[in-house]
């Protein structure tokens, strides 16, 4: 097919643009009386690297109660609170849609309220809305809701979510995604009399499912078909939920390429725990019949409802961490599964069967907990107290998930090796790669593949892995590795490191190896997500819920992560024993050289008072801590908006030493490793230039302090496992500098937590 890359090939092709996507010229080439979107063959296949293949960076959230008695106030409160456990995403404006006042039929008609800005300006706009009574009381009621990061079209909000078909509000939809062909079929849709009135790609969305309802050519065409023929003709990625005036108490949600998943609750016994998959055959030639196909009667075997269709309730969302408060029940939508809802019954449509094609969705039972996501006290497993009790009661609460999430860094690493590691027989064993161990084994190559932060925790344990596994070890940026067409072979193992496992390039190129017969392997921090579901093998890292933008914790676990993977393979070398004895005890008294690290709080705090106003800042170091300097230089550009350059002091001399003299800051991270005489020569060049370094190093290291303007001391460990107590000070530096310049720590401006556009 034009445009596409064919697995194996390594070759793009330039792209055809045509006004409508070429799966469905025969439909588009039929009389008026007929012109409507017909259901063909199933989407299109996508190539590596193709732009804007994956999702924007949005919120998702929508509520269903049937049977159960809810008033508009207690619908807007579940909604606005769906939206803020979505916040840590990133967003610039909100909305929701609901029923209006009017219940009776021929009235009936949705209430949308949009507000750029932060979801408590929603909030407030909420109950500013006269025409709406807060304690009317709804039996069935679907509402939906949105925050929107723009991807098309400024912050705004006619630009926000939910759009709609027309000024009547027929059609609503929430959208995370880009849609690559929208200018196609907003051009079409144009030529055919419906006017726009945003920039937004999904308000296409909303005037095509309108031109396919005004088109039908029977009244009783289902929500669910309309949906269908929709989204045959959209390129790229959604997530979407659907409402409309025409189907009261329905709802409709798809996704492709971006993560969507439906909590359920019910007082009473489910119908059934796997949800058989329906699908629906359509025939080109056969287009004027089409919607005379229908899928078989849904029945008690085929959907999903409470047993004698008593009470239900249904939660839609991109993310757990908006349905956790309300169940752990969870059913995960794959790739072009199409969720409708209409009596209180949930059924999955497939439009088209392929082989790979698991028959059911399964409802899984979520293990997160509200309270590991919440801010407040952390208490340890390690001890059986709490974190505050070692550092004072003022650490029993915090100002931002940012610094929450660094103080539970004891705990996260502790249970990132729990049950893995046994201190007493010295073995390692990570029960998602044991039945791959021997494939791994039998490898050529290790390629390890990541962005940002998950990226800096490969390159940190790189030297280690190359090690243990006496292996060959490949560190690629992602969009790096898709942009070269890397050469991967059938006896590569290629790992996907990803915190929320959507990361949209990481995705792309987890496929790209598949497509090439590699072994995949995840090391993921999210239960369900794609990386984790697409993977052969995989880790969890187990750090809990991060909802910071700015990742520490998971950082730390990732790290730990693949130096159990080093040790699991090296268990047999007689060679490697020693070493792996000493990485081991390393392991051990981590999380209380943490809590020790994190005491010097203070003193980080004051070096902050020193730097805030300062506008660039340099870190340097090399050898294990090289990945070090790159992680804190990215944490202080992300939160502080300060220019910070991560630089291998091996290269000092061939650049980077320009930028040095008595006015700019420099960090150097100089530890007693195999580096720490190179590590003296740079450290001598920056004093050379008058430069005044702030030293991060050993205790014992007396050699370092002497030529230090200031100096952090930190405990020691093992060289390899170094980093990660090197790297919390940069972490909690860039935290408090980011609180004095005055700005958003979990939220820092521009960016997203999880990542899922290219």
């Known amino acids: 097919m034009q445009g596409k890359v064919q697995p194996g090939s390594g070759r793009r092709r330039g792209h055809q643009r045509c006004p409508v996507p070429r799966r469905a010229r025969a439909a588009w080439a039929l009389s008026a009386h007929l012109q409507f979107f017909t259901l063909l063959a199933g989407p299109p296949p996508r190539r590596p690297g193709e732009p804007g293949t994956y999702a924007g960076t ?28 979505l916040e840590y995403r990133g967003y610039d404006s909100a909305g929701v849609a609901i029923d209006g006042n009017n219940h009776e ?27 709406m009574d807060l304690k009317v009381e709804f039996e069935t009621h679907f509402g939906i809701a949105h925050t929107r990061w723009a991807t098309h079209g400024v912050p705004s909000a006619v630009n926000s979510h939910p759009q709609r078909s027309d000024k009547g509000n027929e059609f609503v939809v929430i959208h995370n995604g880009i849609i690559t062909n929208y200018k196609d079929l907003r051009k079409f849709l144009e030529s055919k009399g419906y006017e726009f009135e945003s920039e937004t790609d999904t308000e296409t969305i909303a005037k095509l499912i309108k031109y396919v309802f005004d088109n039908r050519e029977t009244e009783d065409i289902t929500f669910s078909t309309l949906v269908e023929r929709v989204i045959q003709q959209l390129e790229g990625a959604f997530a979407l939920v659907f409402k409309s005036i025409h189907y009261p108490g329905e709802a409709v949600a798809t996704r ?3 993560p969507l998943l439906i909590g359920v609750r019910s007082k009473c016994k489910l119908s059934t725990e796997q949800i058989p998959i329906l699908y629906r055959t359509c025939n080109v030639e056969n287009v004027k019949n089409i919607c005379k196909t229908r899928m078989k009667r849904l029945d008690s075997s085929t959907c999903l409802h409470a047993v004698g269709d008593k009470a239900v309730e ?69 001890r059986g107290r709490s974190v505050a009790e070692d550092h004072g009661p003022h650490l029993c609460n915090f100002s931002a998930f940012m610094q929450k999430e660094i103080f539970e860094q004891p705990e996260s690493v502790f249970n990132t090796m729990r049950g893995r590691v046994n201190f007493e027989t010295n073995t390692v064993l ?30 940190a344990t790189r030297q280690v892995l190359e090690e243990l596994t006496e292996l060959p070890v490949m560190v690629e940026l992602a969009s790096d590795f898709l942009d070269r067409n890397t050469p991967v072979f059938r006896d590569d193992v290629c790992f996907f490191v990803s915190q929320s496992g959507e990361t949209a390039d990481t995705l792309l190129a987890l496929r790209y190896c598949k497509d090439r017969r590699a072994l995949t392997v995840g090391v993921t921090n999210t239960v369900g997500s794609s990386i984790s579901r697409e993977t052969d093998c995989g880790v969890h890292i187990n750090a809990g819920p991060e909802i910071g933008v700015a990742s520490t914790k998971a950082y730390t676990s990732q790290f730990i992560s693949l130096v159990m993977f080093g040790l699991m393979m090296s268990e047999d070398r007689i060679s490697l024993q020693n070493r792996r004895q000493e990485i081991i005890r390393g392991l051990r008294s981590l999380p209380e050289l943490i809590k020790e690290v994190l005491s010097l709080e203070e003193k980080i705090h004051d070096l902050a008072l020193e730097l805030y106003t300062q506008r660039s800042l340099l870190v340097m170091g090399r050898g294990y801590n090289y990945a070090t ?101 940069l972490q909690l530096l860039s935290f408090h500098l980011a609180v004095l310049r005055g700005y958003d720590v979990d939220f820092p401006r521009n960016l997203a937590k999880s990542v899922t556009v290219e």
């Open 58 to 85: 949005k919120g998702i959230f929508a509520y269903m109660n049937y049977r159960v008695p809810r008033t508009r106030k207690e619908i807007f409160e579940t909604l606005i609170k769906g939206l803020q456990r």
């Open 105 to 131: 039929v021929k009235e009936r008609h949705i209430q949308l309220v949009k507000k750029k800005g932060k979801v408590k300006a929603l909030d407030e706009e909420l109950y500013k809305q006269d025409s």
């Open 256 to 258: 492709r390429g971006s």
């Open 314 to 382: 249904f939660f839609f969302a991109s993310d757990a961490s908006a349905i956790i408060e309300h169940t752990n029940r969870v059913i995960f939508l794959e790739d072009d599964d199409i969720a409708a809802v209409a009596d209180g019954k949930l059924s999955i449509h497939r439009i088209k069967r392929s082989a790979s094609d698991d028959p059911s969705r399964a409802i899984q039972t979520l293990q997160m907990e509200l309270q590991q996501i919440m801010k407040g006290s952390i208490i340890s497993s390690l």
């Open 430 to 459: 990570l029960g998602g790669l044991k039945d791959h161990l021997k494939e791994i084994r039998r490898c050529r190559r290790l390629i390890v593949i990541g962005c940002g932060t998950s990226y800096h925790a490969a390159v």
């Open 629 to 729: 300097c790159l992680e804190g230089a990215l944490k202080i550009k992300e939160i502080t908006y300060m220019h910070s350059e991560g630089i291998l002091a091996g290269e000092l001399k061939h650049g980077p030493l320009a930028l040095v003299d008595k006015q700019m800051p420099v960090i150097m991270v100089i530890m007693k490793d195999p580096c720490f005489a190179k590590c003296q020569n740079a450290l001598q060049q920056v004093t050379a230039r008058q430069g005044r370094p702030i030293i991060l190093c050993c205790k014992d290291d007396t050699e370092s302090s002497k030529f230090a303007s200031k100096t952090i001391e930190l405990p020691h460990t093992v060289d390899c496992l170094q980093g990660i107590l090197s790297v919390i000070p």
